[in-house]
Structure formats: C-alpha cells, structure tokens
C-alpha cells in the first residue's frame, strides 16, 4: 500500500531563506506528483504536478524535483516571503489505480517570519 | 469564473441527522472527489466519481453516501451511520486520466 511522509512536519525560517519541503514515498510506481498549498480553514491550491517521466518543474519561485526510483520529491522555494507562511501538501497517484486516486501526505507547515 | 463551490462553508448536526454538502463545479471535469481532512493528517478519499451516474468507494466510505446525476454536481450526504463526521469536507475535480486536481474551499462539518 502507498504511504507518504512529509519531513518536517513543521518549518520556521526568517524571510528571505531559501528552503526545501521533503516528500517521500513508499512505492515508485506512480503517475505523477501533485504539490499543494493550504491556508488556515482553506481548500487546497495546486502549485506544480510532475509527471513520472519528468525529474522537475518549476513555477515562480517553486521549483519541485522528482526522484521516482528513490521515491522522492522535494519541493524548493527561493527567497521566501511572509505570504509563503501555508501548509504544503504532497500527493501521489499510484500507477494501475483505477480512477485519480491521490494519497496524501501530512503536510509540512511553514512558517515564514518577517 | 470558473472553479469549484462548496456549500455551506459551515455546517452544524445535531446527533442522528443527515446531512447533505454540495459541490458544483463548471471545469466542464469528468472526475470529482470527496476527501476528508482531520487535524495533523493528510486527506483520506471518501468517494469519487469518473462519469455522471457511476461513483467508487475510497478508503473511508462507510457513514457516507453520493449521487452523480449531473456532470457538474456531486453532493456528499453524511448519514447518522457515521459515528465520527466532525471535519473538514473537501471536494475536488479533474479531467479523465491522471490529472492535475483541482479542489474547493472546504466545509467544515461539526457535530453538536
């Protein structure tokens, strides 16, 4: 069955620091990965989706990479800003699953001091 | 604009009731899904749907129940089988195939 563990499970940095959200899971036979954002009482905000044959993607100032024979991801986000401060989710479609099905992890909260 | 919507935003029950949320979406998405959002742990898939009038169990059915009788719409109903509803209810979208999902702004349930 996939698990997914996100490391740390909580995050406090200064603003301006470059920072990396971990993400690994159990079985690398997957479609692709999803990373999301969530604010306090909020739905979630896809930020980049990396398909199984790609190693990153970048948007901004987020860039997230893809180790699938490792099962890993990390998702890196330069010169971080208070408005940054969210919950990060990782998720992963399992490959042979019937429909989209996502398993999730935990989520890293940041939080970005100014 | 388009998205996805959730109603009500809040969502008071009493014990032994049932209630409905809704989620409508206009992404013209073939797939829609409802999570569960607890504190401290990831979303767990309730339901899910790939065509209007077919729909799937996920890995926490039991207490819950769902219609597909149109695309754009996919109402959870939390009956009073399910002996633990208080949460955050998360509905989500996305095209046939592994896509990118696409989610609402949540309900959060609590039980009185």
């Known amino acids: 069955k996939q698990e997914v563990t996100q490391i740390p499970a909580a995050l406090s940095v200064p603003e301006g620091e470059n920072l990396v959200l971990n993400c690994s899971f159990t079985?690398?036979?997957?479609?692709?990965l999803q990373w999301f954002r969530q604010d306090p009482g909020k739905g979630l905000t896809s930020l980049l989706l990396i398909q199984s044959s790609q190693r990153e993607q970048t948007s901004g100032r987020l860039n997230a990479s893809l180790d699938k024979s490792s099962g890993r991801s990390t998702l890196y986000i330069a010169a971080s800003q208070p408005g940054d401060s969210a919950t990060y989710l990782c998720a992963v479609h399992p490959w042979m699953e019937y429909g989209n099905k996502l398993v999730f992890g935990a989520g890293t909260i940041l939080r970005v001091k100014s | 604009d388009g998205g996805i919507t959730q109603s009500p935003k809040y969502l008071f029950r009493k014990e032994g009731q049932n209630v409905t949320l809704s989620c409508e979406q206009n992404l013209n998405h073939d797939a829609m899904y409802w999570y569960r959002q607890d504190p401290g742990q990831g979303l767990r898939l309730i339901y899910y749907?790939?065509?209007?009038?077919?729909?799937q169990k996920g890995d926490i059915a039991e207490g819950y129940s769902v219609s597909r009788e149109k695309k754009e719409s996919f109402p959870l109903t939390v009956t009073s089988a399910q002996k633990n509803p208080t949460a955050f209810y998360l509905c989500?979208?996305?095209?046939?195939?592994?896509?990118?999902?696409?989610f609402g702004p949540g309900t959060r349930l609590t039980v009185l």
């Open positions: 989500a979208s996305s095209g046939q195939g592994a896509n990118e999902q696409f």
């Open positions: 749907s790939q065509i209007v009038n077919d729909f």
């Open positions: 079985d690398s036979a997957i479609y692709n």
